[in-house]
């Protein structure tokens, strides 16, 4: 099985920068996504990493280390509207199974 | 461009009431779907999945049930509902590209119970 661990909560100040970090532990490992999910909204897609290393995407990037079942999404220049709740999530690769989702953190963007 | 649909959007339901939720998705075919449940500032649970018309693997033990009865429709059932099944329900789909080691999933804009 896997599993999937993010901090329930971070707050950082509009402009700055702020790091959210995902370990799992899983049977296999296909790769780990991060979405995001606005209150009352529905979960989007943000980012993937199948490799080591950094993936940017604006503002935006996401690292992973699979020697240490670890990854991180990086929110840069952040904004009030980026104020949501961040999920990560890994999927095994044997068979056609669906992601499992880490239980989210909740991001709090101040003035 | 593949849509996915979702309805009704809110719902009120006695408790002991049945329970009918719709998801269709557009603009693709042969899609794996799936239900999920997010109750108030919480993770998302994964209810049921399918991989195709007919097949349903339930994830969590509960008076919930799934059914797709046509390729692109999946739809999420109760005969009673607890107060306990309040919450926000989410349909998804995904393909597998062919060549590529990942896939992403799409939600729908979910449906808000409320059971009382």
Known sequence: ?111 | SQTIHQWPATLVQPVGSPLSLECTVEGTSNPNLYWYRQAAGRGLQLLFYSVGIGQISSEVPQNLSASRPQDRQFILSSKKLLLSDSGFYLCAWSDIPSGRPYYEQYFGPGTRLTVT
Request: hydrophobic share 30%.
């Open chain 1, 1 to 111: 099985g896997q599993s999937l661990e993010q901090p329930s909560e971070v707050t950082a100040v509009e402009g700055a920068i702020v790091q959210i970090n995902c370990t799992y532990q899983t049977s296999g490992f296909y790769g780990l996504s991060w979405y995001q999910q606005h209150d009352g909204g529905a979960p989007t897609f943000l980012s993937y990493n199948a490799l080591d290393g950094l993936e940017e995407t604006g503002r935006f990037s996401s690292f992973l280390s699979r020697s240490d079942s670890y990854g991180y999404l990086l929110l840069q220049e952040l904004q009030m509207k980026d104020s949501a709740s961040y999920f990560c999530a890994v999927r095994d690769p044997s068979g056609n199974t669906p992601l499992v989702f880490g239980k989210g953190t909740r991001l709090s963007v101040i003035a």
